[in-house]
């Protein structure tokens, strides 16, 4: 029997990365509208949700990736997103990164995905229903930040939609 699974590509996040995330938390605690994401579903989507029920040819595809030297990600602010006319995520912003951006295309290009929105490095913290926002105006949630990830992998994620939210296992780690 051939089972579909809902799966993308990303950057897992590195656990030494979760004491300032944490400690970011930890200013903004005490408001309930927030639904945070947990550590071990922090994640840079790199390629986003689709079905797939061919994983071989997926994991052939991410082994035939050739990036050699790791990739430098750096996050410099913390702020609500996906724009401001439609808030519904806080995230860290990353900076431009050319590098990443061509693994993105390269991956996008070899799995014949099109994306349509330009490709932005952003860390999804917590998620808030749009009725929220007046309330979180209130709290002090935007801010400098220097956080930094070498990224050496990508990962294949199996995407699970749960009413408390999405989990998230990693089928497959590519190294470079």
């Known amino acids: 029997m051939i089972r579909i699974k809902r799966v993308f590509i990303g950057i897992k996040i ?3 990365l979760y004491p300032k995330i944490d400690a970011w938390r930890e200013n903004v605690s005490g408001f309930s509208g927030l639904r945070w994401i947990d550590n071990k579903n922090l994640h840079i989507t790199l ?7 061919d994983l071989e040819r997926i994991l052939k595809i991410m082994d035939g990736i050739n990036f050699k030297n790791p990739i430098l990600m750096i996050f410099y602010n913390v702020g609500m997103g996906p724009s401001k006319k439609n808030p519904r995520l806080i995230w860290a912003e990353g900076k431009d990164n050319k590098i990443l951006e061509k693994l993105k295309v390269l991956l996008d290009k070899s799995l014949g995905m099109t994306e349509k929105r330009p490709f932005k490095l952003h860390l999804t913290l917590a998620r808030f229903k749009k009725a929220e ?5 209130k709290l002090k949630v935007a801010g400098k930040i220097d956080w930094k990830q070498e990224v ?22 590519r190294k470079f």
């Open 14 to 16: 590195d656990k030494s």
């Open 47 to 53: 390629v986003p949700p689709w079905y797939e029920f």
């Open 133 to 137: 926002i007046k309330n979180l105006s």
């Open 152 to 173: 050496n992998s990508i990962c294949l994620y199996e995407s699970k939609l749960k009413r408390s939210g999405a989990e998230y296992k990693i089928l497959h780690e």
